[in-house]
């Protein structure tokens, strides 16, 4: 269900974005893009440092961290026990969201750099 709410919200702000971008100076978007980058970024890399560090502090006291974990860590969310894996995760979701900010801002930094005439 979360799932779904999200792909609802981000639907609506691709539809706002789209309809609000003609009207608004290119000056106006780049700006909103860069800001949205940035904040992105303020959101989505400390938050993905805390999930790794959660992740491998968590496995490795059981003894179930492989070698080289880092390179794809969502394989090892089935690993994860009852509460190990709420304090895990939204860590893991904090940095997505992090990440499709980052990515949003870039696309309205992109829009806004088209409009310049």
Known sequence: MPETLLVVVLVVLLVAGGLLAPLLAWTTVLKLGVLGVAFGLVLGIPTSIVYHVKLARVLTARGE???RWWLSPTRLH???RGAERHSVLR???AGGAGFVITLAGCLAAFVGALLAD
């Open 78 to 80: 089935d690993r994860l």
């Open 91 to 93: 860590w893991f979701f």
């Open 65 to 67: 961290l492989p070698p």
